[in-house]
T-cell receptor, first 113, second 115 residues
């Protein structure tokens, strides 16, 4: 029940295209869903996060869509750029609990010129 | 504010040895979590400390242990190293509580290679 399933494992997108990464969770007690971006040689960095009381959150070219009934959420990267090439992790946690964050398995995104 | 720092950045050890990794959180952050990152398993939660107390523990053997000091700095120790312990060990700190729960700030990691 603690799992967060992420797909695809890898993704190649042309510059200017839309990158879409999907995640699904099982535990309905999760109520905070952050996305992290990791470049080679670096630790993950918080990119954007959403709570289940909203269906969409947009920050610049990054949008999270959230479907509470389906227990799914996704990251959309609009106008993808080569600098977006990184590994993306979705995650889930409980705001009422401690800092135990469950991560998806990661998606390696490559944006080609 | 300075970010999360981890030392050392790289380590090479042999099987059977033990290792200690160090993490200094962002100033004011009292929660420190440790993760193991491998290509096959992704980010696996090891444990989380808050005010010198372990609050959460992942599914790792007892060879993996940690502690937190009064200044929130944390160390993790792995005893009797095995080849499978080769990984990137990440430390993350958090302001903890409130609307920012779940927001973690990661260090660059310590790359451990076990030969």
């Amino acid at each position: 029940q603690q799992q967060v399933k992420q797909s695809p494992q890898s993704l190649i997108v042309q510059k200017g295209g839309i990158s879409i990464i999907n995640c699904a969770y099982e535990n309905t007690a999760f109520d905070y869903f952050p996305w992290y971006q990791q470049f080679p040689g670096k630790g993950p960095a918080l990119l954007i996060a959403i709570r289940p009381d909203v269906s969409e959150k947009k920050e610049g070219r990054f949008t999270i869509s959230f479907n509470k009934s389906a227990k799914q959420f996704s990251l959309h990267i609009m106008d993808s750029q080569p600098g977006d090439s990184a590994t993306y992790f979705c995650a889930a946690t409980f705001s009422g609990g401690y800092q135990k964050v469950t991560f998806g398995t990661g998606t390696k995104l490559q944006v080609i010129p | 504010k300075a970010g999360v720092t981890q030392t050392p950045r790289y380590l090479i050890k042999t099987r059977g040895q033990q290792v200690t990794l160090s993490c200094s959180p962002i100033s004011g952050h009292r929660s420190v979590s440790w993760y193991q990152q491998t290509p096959g398993q992704g980010l696996q939660f090891l444990f989380e400390y808050f005010s010198e107390t372990q609050r959460n523990k992942g599914n790792f053997p007892g060879r993996f242990s940690g502690r937190q000091f009064s200044n929130s700095r944390s160390e993790m120790n792995v005893s009797t190293l095995e080849l499978g312990d080769s990984a990137l060990y990440l430390c993350a700190s958090s302001p903890d509580g409130g609307s920012r729960v779940g927001e973690q700030f990661f260090g660059p990691g310590t790359r451990l290679t076990v030969l």
